[in-house]
């Protein structure tokens, strides 16, 4: 709660840095997945079974990530997801603390496709900066469009959601 009264005051008395807030909206900091028990079961054996295939071929470090990624998906199982606000501002796009400006932003795409997949893309002239995926939440998908449109160019051919958010969403992870 404090933090998005921080970030409000952010926008509040700084709206040259930021521009004109055109759109936001929250976002979960990450998806919260119904997992069931056969979920738990599934995943504890396939884990169990990587750990002894890795001390079995003396790969110790895949042994620790699959015990670390376990015990990050308790922790995350059993902690409610902040929320993250989302701004589009005549000058940038803001996701949390992190500033986007438009020169930065290659491309955008929103997929829409309810109830599933309800995301923005964008996409980045940085090499190092890994295309980025927001959830679109309840906000209407063309108000977000029209206000991108002036600033960056659409990716017409992205039509259907990333490999990555796909396969994370269908295995719940």
């Not at 919260?32 to 396939?46: E, P």
Request: net charge negative; charged share 25%.
């Amino acid at each position: 709660m404090q933090q998005e009264e921080t970030e409000s005051q952010v926008f509040e008395y700084h709206p040259d840095e930021f521009g004109d807030i055109l759109v936001n909206w929250e976002v979960d900091e990450y998806a919260q997945h119904q997992r069931s028990k056969l979920w738990y079961i599934l995943a504890g054996v396939i884990g169990i079974g990587l750990i002894i295939y890795s001390i079995a071929t003396s790969n110790f470090l895949f042994a620790v990530i699959i015990l670390m990624s376990a015990v990050i998906m308790i922790l995350s199982e059993f902690s409610k997801p902040e929320k993250i606000p989302v701004v589009i501002t005549t000058n940038g796009v803001v996701i949390g603390d992190v500033y986007y400006d438009y020169q930065s932003i290659r491309d955008f795409s929103v997929v829409y496709d309810p109830p599933d997949v309800k995301l923005l893309y964008l996409d980045f002239f940085a090499l190092s900066h890994p295309m980025l995926s927001v959830s679109l939440e309840d906000i209407d998908p063309n108000i977000v469009r029209e206000s991108l449109l002036p600033f960056c160019i659409e990716n017409l051919k992205r039509n259907e959601e990333d490999l990555t958010d796909l396969m994370r969403r269908l295995y719940k992870l």
